[in-house]
C-alpha cells in the first residue's frame, strides 16, 4: 500500500491539488478500487478540503466491513509515518484525529494522538476523563506500547495536574504494568513540583508510597515536598524517623545530611550539634571505603555543605571533601561513558580563538548570575570564542539580556550527564569553567568526566575538590597562603580580587525608621543572610553588640521559616540579657534593587561565621554601609575580607570572636567613624578594581590564556 508512482513529485512539492486530480481520474475509470478510494479522501485531507476527504470516506464506514476499516487504517497509520519522516506534526495530528474516530479503540493511536496535542498546545486541561483510557488499557494491553505510555505519563500530569490523579492511581493499580518504571515516572514528575506545586508533588509521592511503603527514597522525597509546602516540621520528623530506620552507611550519611539542611533551612540550629558530630563521623566512615556506590541526587553537595556551614576547619575537612569528590568521580566514571577527542590538533595549537565555556543552573536572577554577568558583558570576542550550558534552569529576563545576548552560542540542557559532557566534547571547548562549585551535583557530575582538557571553578561554594579539575580561581585574600597544602585544584590567584563587578541597580527604599519604630538618634544594625548562614555562635556575638550599645536595633532579614527565625533569635537574645523590642524581623523585598536600596536604613551591617556573605557583602559596600565581619580559615569565611580588602577598608576587619564585638561597638558609637567608612566606599568605586568588571575581565582573559598556554607546552612535551 503506498501512494501511486506518478504522485510522488507532486508529494514532495506539496501540490495536492495534482494529486486530487490524479486520483479523480483514476477514479472515473476504475470506480471500485478501494485504495484508490481511500488515497483520494487522504489527497483531500491533506489539501485542506475536510468535507470532501469525510465524504469519500463516508461510504466506506457505512458499510461496517472490519476489513476494509482495517484496510483504512493502516493506509492512515502508513501516511502519519511518512509525516513523521517531514517532521509535519500538524499533518500528524490531522490524520490521527481521524484515525481515532474511524478505530477508536486503537489505544496507541490515542497515545500518540494526546501527546501530539500537549505538544501543539491543542491539549484541553481537563478532559483527560474523556479519552476513555483507563477503558481501554486494560483489555489492550498485550498491544499497548508501554514505553510510549510511560513516556506520556508525566506530560499528561503536568498539564492535568490534580486530574491526573485518579488516572495515576488506575495505572499503580494494575499488575500488567511494570510498576517500577511507573514508580519511577511518577516519582520523577512529582520532584518537577515540588517548589511549583508542592501539594500535588505530596499526594503523587503518597500514591507511589501506597505501592512501596518502605521505600526510603520515596520518604525522603516527601520530605522534601512537605518542606517546600511550609510543613517544616513535619518534614523533619519524618527525616529522623527515615534516618533511624537505615542500617546502609552510605545511606545514612546521605540522610543525616538532608536532615541538617532541612534543620539549618528551618533555623533550628540549636538543635544541631549532636547530628553534625554524627555527620562528621560517618563522613569519615565512608571516606575510608575504596568506593562509594551511590551519592543519591545531589548528594554530594549534600554531604559537603553542612561542613561549610557549620565550621571553619578547612585542615581537616577539606581532606574530608577532597575524598569525598574522588570517590564521588571514581563513581561517575564508572557509570557515564563519553568519546573524547584525545588528540590536540595542530589547528588547535596555533588557532586565534580560545573556547571558553561556562557551565552552571544560574544564569538568572541569582547571586552567582548577579556577579558574574560583567565577564560576558566585557569579554573580548576577537580573541574568545564563549559558549555557555544552561543546565536545569529556568529562564527569566536577566539570562536572554546579560548572558544568552553576549555569548556566541547558548545551549538548555536537561540533567542527563553524558549528553551534556558530550556537548561539550563536540563542541571542543578548550576551558570549562564550573559556576555552580558544589552546589549542584550535575555540574560536579560533568566536571568529573573531563570533558574539556582545561576545567575550571569560579564562584560557587568553594572549590569542590574534584580530581578532573584544574584551577581554582582565588586571589591574594580570599584563601591563606598556605591553602595549597589541602586544595588539589592548582590555586590561581588573580593579582587583586577574584571578582570585580559593575555594581548593582537600586531603587527606592520602603522602610523607614518611622514605619519601623526606631528613633532617629538609635543605632541600626542589620544582617542580611539565609538560614544557612545563621549560626549561634555569631548570633551570641551580634547580641552582645547589641547589649553594649543604648539604644540600638538589631534587623533581619533572610529566607527561612518565620517562626522559627523568630524563635532562635529571641532565644539566643533572651540568653545575652537583650530586650525582645529591640531585635525586629524584616519581610522579604518584591525586587532585589529594592532590597538594596532598604540596606541604607543600616547604621552597620553585621555579618555572618563561618560562612560569611558574598552577594550581601558586595551590595552593603555599594550602598556605602560600614559592615563588620568575622575572618576565618575557609574560603567562606574570607570572602568578605578580600571585598573589603580591595575596597580599601579595613575598619570592620576581625580575626577573632573578640574583635567581631569590638568593631561592632566601635562602629556602632561613633558616628565619624561610620561617616569616614562611607566616604572610603565611594571614593573606592571611583579606582578599586572590585568595581571595575572591564579591568577584572581582563585579568580573567589573561588567566585563561596562560592556563592555555601551560596546557599546550605541556602537550608539546610529551
Known amino acids: 500500500m503506498s501512494w501511486h508512482l506518478e504522485v510522488q513529485e507532486f508529494l514532495t512539492e506539496q501540490k495536492f491539488d495534482r494529486i486530487v486530480s490524479f486520483y479523480e481520474n483514476l477514479m472515473e475509470n476504475n470506480p471500485d478500487n478501494i485504495n484508490d478510494y481511500i488515497y483520494l479522501g487522504l489527497a483531500y485531507l491533506l489539501a485542506g478540503n475536510e468535507a470532501e476527504a469525510q465524504s469519500t470516506w463516508f461510504y466506506l464506514l457505512t458499510l461496517e466491513d472490519e476489513e476494509l476499516l482495517n484496510l483504512l487504517s493502516d493506509i492512515l497509520e502508513q501516511e502519519v509515518q511518512r509525516q513523521l519522516s517531514l517532521e509535519n506534526k500538524e499533518n500528524v495530528w490531522l490524520i490521527r484525529s481521524y484515525l481515532k474516530e474511524i478505530n477508536p479503540n486503537y489505544i496507541n493511536n490515542i497515545l500518540y494522538l494526546i501527546d501530539l496535542e500537549i505538544i501543539l498546545n491543542k491539549y484541553i486541561i481537563g478532559s483527560l476523563n474523556n479519552w476513555n483510557l483507563e477503558k481501554l488499557l486494560v483489555p489492550q494491553t498485550p498491544d499497548i506500547n508501554l514505553k510510549f505510555l510511560w513516556e506520556l505519563l508525566p506530560k499528561l500530569i503536568i498539564v492535568e495536574e490534580e486530574n491526573s490523579l485518579h488516572f495515576i492511581e488506575f495505572c499503580l493499580s494494575y499488575y500488567i504494568y511494570d510498576l517500577s518504571i511507573c514508580l519511577q515516572k511518577i516519582s520523577d514528575t512529582a520532584q518537577y513540583f515540588c517548589y511549583r506545586k508542592p501539594n500535588l508533588a505530596i499526594q503523587l509521592t503518597n500514591l507511589c508510597l501506597q505501592k512501596t511503603p518502605n521505600d526510603w527514597y520515596l520518604q525522603k522525597n516527601l520530605c522534601l515536598y512537605l518542606f517546600s ?15 533511624e530506620q537505615q542500617e546502609n552507611t552510605e545511606i545514612k550519611v546521605y540522610l543525616n545530611g538532608f536532615l541538617l539542611e532541612l534543620m539549618h533551612k528551618s533555623n533550628l ?28 541526587d545531589n548528594g554530594l553537595v549534600r554531604l559537603i555543605r553542612p561542613l561549610l556551614h ?4 578547612p585542615r581537616e575537612n577539606r581532606k574530608i571533601q577532597n575524598r569525598l569528590a574522588q570517590l564521588f568521580e571514581n563513581h561517575i566514571k564508572d557509570n557515564f561513558k563519553i568519546n573524547k577527542n584525545s588528540e590536540l590538533t595542530e589547528n588547535k595549537k596555533e588557532k586565534h580563538k580560545i573556547k571558553i565555556g561556562y557551565i552552571g543552573y544560574t544564569f538568572r536572577m541569582h547571586s552567582v548570575g548577579w556577579l558574574c554577568r560583567w565577564l560576558f558583558q566585557y569579554h573580548d570576542r576577537e580573541n574568545f570564542e564563549i559558549y555557555i550550558y544552561l543546565i536545569n534552569q529556568s529562564e527569566d529576563e536577566m539570562t536572554e539580556k546579560w548572558f ?30 564550573d559556576l555552580d562549585a558544589i552546589t549542584n551535583q550535575t555540574t560536579s557530575a560533568v566536571m568529573s568526566l573531563k570533558p574539556a582538557p582545561i576545567q575550571v571553578t569560579w564562584l560557587g561554594s568553594d572549590a569542590s575538590g574534584i580530581p578532573s579539575i584544574d584551577y581554582f580561581i582565588a586571589d591574594t585574600y580570599v584563601l591563606p597562603s598556605n591553602a595549597q597544602k589541602y586544595y588539589t585544584e592548582k590555586i590561581w590567584r588573580l ?3 577574584y571578582l570585580g563587578i559593575n555594581g548593582f541597580e537600586v531603587n527606592v527604599p520602603t522602610l523607614t525608621r518611622e514605619n519601623l519604630d526606631i528613633p532617629s538618634e538609635s543605632t541600626i544594625y542589620l544582617t542580611i543572610q539565609n538560614a544557612f548562614k545563621r549560626h549561634p555562635n555569631c548570633i551570641h556575638l551580634q547580641m552582645k553588640i547589641i547589649k553594649s550599645v543604648a539604644d540600638s536595633y538589631l534587623l533581619i532579614k533572610g529566607s527561612g521559616d518565620d517562626q522559627l527565625a523568630q524563635q532562635l533569635y529571641l532565644t539566643i537574645a533572651q540568653q545575652e540579657g537583650v530586650e525582645q523590642e529591640r531585635i525586629k524581623f524584616l519581610e522579604m523585598t518584591l525586587t532585589e534593587a529594592t532590597h538594596r536600596a532598604n540596606i541604607k536604613i543600616a547604621d552597620v551591617v553585621l555579618d555572618t561565621y563561618p560562612y560569611n556573605g558574598a552577594t550581601t557583602t558586595l551590595e552593603t559596600l555599594w550602598m556605602e554601609v560600614p559592615l563588620v565581619t568575622r575572618v576565618g580559615e575557609q574560603f567562606a569565611a574570607r570572602n568578605s575580607y578580600t571585598f573589603m580588602m580591595n575596597a580599601g577598608i579595613t575598619e570592620g576587619i576581625a580575626w577573632s570572636d573578640e574583635e567581631y564585638i569590638e568593631w561592632g561597638i566601635k562602629l556602632g558609637t561613633d558616628e565619624n567613624l561610620r561617616k569616614e567608612v562611607s566616604w572610603k566606599l565611594r571614593q573606592s568605586k571611583k579606582t578599586s578594581p572590585l568595581w571595575n568588571g572591564k579591568q577584572f575581565t581582563k585579568e580573567m582573559e589573561k588567566a585563561y590564556q596562560q592556563m592555555w598556554e601551560i596546557y599546550v607546552n605541556l602537550y608539546n612535551s610529551k
Open 310 to 313: 557549620s565550621e571553619d576547619n
Open 229 to 243: 509546602d511550609s510543613f517544616h516540621q513535619n518534614a523533619i520528623e519524618l527525616a529522623k524517623k527515615i534516618y
Open 269 to 296: 540550629w540549636l538543635e544541631c550539634d549532636e547530628i553534625f558530630k554524627r555527620h562528621k563521623m560517618l563522613l569519615k566512615t565512608i571516606t575510608q571505603e575504596k568506593e562509594c556506590r551511590n551519592f543519591y
Open 495 to 497: 593579582p587583586y580580587t
Open 404 to 433: 544568552k545576548n553576549k555569548v556566541d552560542y547558548n545551549y538548555k540542557l536537561s540533567g542527563e550527564i553524558d549528553k551534556i559532557a558530550q556537548q561539550i566534547i563536540n563542541n571542543k571547548i578548550d576551558i570549562l569553567i
